[in-house]
């Protein structure tokens, strides 16, 4: 089969990365290939921004000559013999030598040997993810499927290589769900019961905590993420996050909540950043779990110091939102005040967990009408007030932005007017006599 028409049909600055590439690979003699899941989302019309490249022969040569054509940037990795190359367009491109790859015992990192293109399909998770095509002039787009991916894909099969796959590297395992999940697939008898017999194994344990969470962080990231769970917690249990981990009924309502009030935060509060539905489903899982083993868990997984405070934020603090925004008639502004600290994760948590139309409302005039919302006046204007500049400056804009959320203020000239009555009154000592 020749997937040449395919390629023509992709995104033109994917083509021409391709084409530059095949260009290059005959001008070194080296053959090229573009694998993996670029050409299974090929094969299945889907979008995909990561291009993998393999050549046989020195992939980091090859990248760091591609980087100067294409004008991307390159970051290497000899250990390895691949590197990445960055473009403009969010376009990314991974470069390898060809190669296979044995394991010595299982889970372990394997050993690396350059080889041919069969070699390095060989050493892939899935059928579908072992198809490569070529990318030289001669032969453009001519597919190599020597696992039979293609029939796979229109059989909608998850297919491991080889019956030690998921003793090899029980990543795979999080990657078949994943897969499976994704498309709608199914692992064949054989992949499953394979499946199975590492889940019996426990093989999870013997990798480190660092490479799961890299694939756990892909699968929480995806759209049918809760599904994934559920079908993990089926298969193998989530133990494999921590040793008292399991998901109770409780937990399933809360990621099926979740699950819906993620895609309506999208659609009410457009303008808002993109969510991190990863950490949200992860913050979740641990519903119920004590700070201390929280913290724990998080410093075992080496999240950034940035996830590890939002997650142990929410847990911290959610309770005592819930219950101070739950007041009648509370105002704005102290909803504001103990809202706007937290991430957008953590409402998103906290609109899950509590489902009251009246708290729910509370939230939705923040996220509408409060957060963000700032004042038009700055230090400088009270400078110019003639106010000494200090720490309680911070108070004053402070309370002039809870005034304005509360609607008694509403443009510049009330804010200087505010600042002005209540200046004097809060931060007296500092009125400058002459001012
Ligand atoms: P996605 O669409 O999620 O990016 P992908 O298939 O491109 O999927 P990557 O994690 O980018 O996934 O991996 C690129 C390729 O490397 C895969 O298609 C697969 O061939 C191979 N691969 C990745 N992880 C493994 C693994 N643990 N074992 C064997 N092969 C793997």
Redo the contacts with the bound molecule.
Sequence with gaps: MNLKKKIEKLPKDIQLVIKKAGNLADKMGLSAYV????I??ILLSRA?L?V?IVVVGDGIKFASTLANILDAGLIKHARFGTAVLTLGNKLKI?IASARSETYERPAALPTVKSGTIEDDLA????TI??MAVVINKRDFGKLIDCFYGRDDLNFKKIRILGDLSFID?P??ML?AV??EQ?YGFNMDRKTLSQFRQASRKKMLKYVTKHRIRDELI?MLKEDRAVMMVKRMDKLYGLKFIHSSLSLSSVNRKFLNELDKVIECFKVQYPKKRGLDSWLIFFTALLNGFKLADIKKICFDFAFKKRDTRRITLYHQEHGKVLKRIDKKGIKPSLIYQNLEPLSFEAIVLIMAKEKKPSIRKKINEFLLNHNGIKLVITGKDLHKLGFVSGPHFKKMLLKTLHAKVDRIIKNKDDEIRFVKKHGSRHIRPFLKRNG
């Design positions: 694998v993996g899941g670029f299974r989302d995909n990561d993998d991974d050493r892939r998770d899935f993810n072992a590297d990543t795979r990657r994943r897969f994704r892909l």
